[in-house]
């Protein structure tokens, strides 16, 4: 509401400036547009005083009117059809028009399916700055940069991202066997994928200070309210046992279900039945495994996906390899200690398979 407050004191103020000029009718408009968007005593004032501007010039040119010929009436209308052009440019028209054309988020942020999540935004801004409707008033500025904050909002998240490479925004191109699976991704699709934040507030947070303050208010008030109503709940229900273990069955039950409902990942760094498929990434040919329906069903960048899986197993190769040279290093202490030369020479021998995997890739900034 509060929004809709400053957009309304916008509408005032525009009208003010119409009534000075002698855009009665302007002003009116704009002091209509503003009561609607919120209803204040001011905007009926000032709308009130317009139209009885507007009653006395009106019987003072009724002479005048007559006496005008159809050259003047065309001439007005001129003057006032290249006023309210003058508030766009052509440019602006036009990418508006480009957005709301976009059947791929990809495409409505200019950014290619490889591109980095610093590019995605990096583009989002670019196009927020072009399209907000405090600078741009072409006739559908506010529809396209809605659909702008659409697609960056779903781009920007990882997860969904992901399922948007693999199955767009169309519940028809999921495969009907993740219909039951991933019924919760299929409603995501349906509705394009909605963003957590609106288009403003997503606005807000790439150009203004953080998650915006009204949304903050609401979940702190909506955590306080929870709270005492759990507090309620407890007191109430302290004699009700039997109520206490019907709620924690539930909640078991909705745990089950949601487990059953995640979707499986796309690929293994280790063989399984599910599996079986060996493939190795183009730039540190690290094997990985995939499913026999893989090139068939995933949509989404093979290059952007390699990149995960090769930060994925460096990282558990370094963890690994931490493990291994621990454990080398605490049975040679112990052999030196306690044992003799035989027990120090099978300490030594102790493999460190993960460290010679990044050796042998030449990630040796990762051994030590």
């Known amino acids: 509401m509060d929004g809709n407050k400053d957009e309304a004191q916008r509408c005032i103020n525009i009208a003010l400036d119409a009534a000075k000029s002698g855009n009665l009718q302007r002003a009116e408009k704009f002091l209509r547009k503003a009561d609607n968007l919120y209803p204040s005593q001011k905007a009926k004032d000032l709308l009130a005083q317009i139209q009885s501007r507007e009653s006395e010039t009106k019987d003072t040119a009724d002479g005048v009117r007559k006496r005008n010929t159809n050259s003047n009436s065309e001439s007005s209308q001129a003057k006032r059809n ?25 495409e409505v942020l ?19 700055l072009q399209l907000h409707p405090d600078k741009n008033r072409a006739p559908r500025a506010v529809e396209a940069f809605k659909a702008l904050g659409t697609a960056a909002g779903c781009l920007t998240d990882p997860e969904k991202r992901k399922h948007y490479d693999l199955f767009g925004n169309k519940p028809d191109k999921i495969p009907k066997r993740h219909y039951h ?9 349906r509705t394009g994928f909605d963003s957590d934040f609106t288009a403003e ?21 909506y955590a306080s309210r929870r709270d005492t109503q759990q507090q309620q709940y407890h007191q109430n229900h302290q004699q ?42 183009h730039h540190l040919n690290v094997p990985y495994y995939v499913r026999d329906t893989f090139k068939k069903e995933y949509q989404g960048s093979l290059h952007r996906l390699e990149n995960t899986i090769e930060e994925e197993y460096i990282m558990v190769m370094k963890q690994n390899c931490m493990r291994e040279r621990s454990y080398r290093d605490l049975m040679i202490a112990r052999a030196r200690s306690f044992g003799g030369a035989s027990q120090m020479e099978q300490a030594k021998a102790l493999k460190v398979t993960s460290c010679d995997n ?6 040796t900034k990762y051994i030590y």
Do not use: W
């Open 181 to 189: 699976q991933n019924h919760e991704y299929e409603h995501a699709y």
């Open 240 to 281: 009700q046992p039997s109520l206490a273990f019907g709620l924690i069955l539930v909640l078991v039950l909705i745990s089950m279900l949601a487990s059953f409902f995640t979707s499986d990942p796309v690929y293994s760094l280790s063989p399984t039945s599910k599996y079986s498929i060996v493939q190795r990434t």
């Open 82 to 106: 290249e006023a309210a052009s003058s508030e766009y440019t052509k440019e602006q028209s036009e990418l508006c028009e480009r957005i709301l054309r976009c059947k791929d988020y990809y």
């Open 110 to 128: 200019r950014v290619t399916k490889d591109a980095t999540d610093t590019e995605i935004k990096r583009s989002y801004k670019k196009l927020a």
């Open 201 to 221: 507030e997503l606005f807000n947070m790439f150009f203004g200070n953080g998650f915006p303050q009204t949304r903050t208010t609401s979940n702190r008030q």
């Open 358 to 363: 990044l050796a042998r890739l030449g990630l």
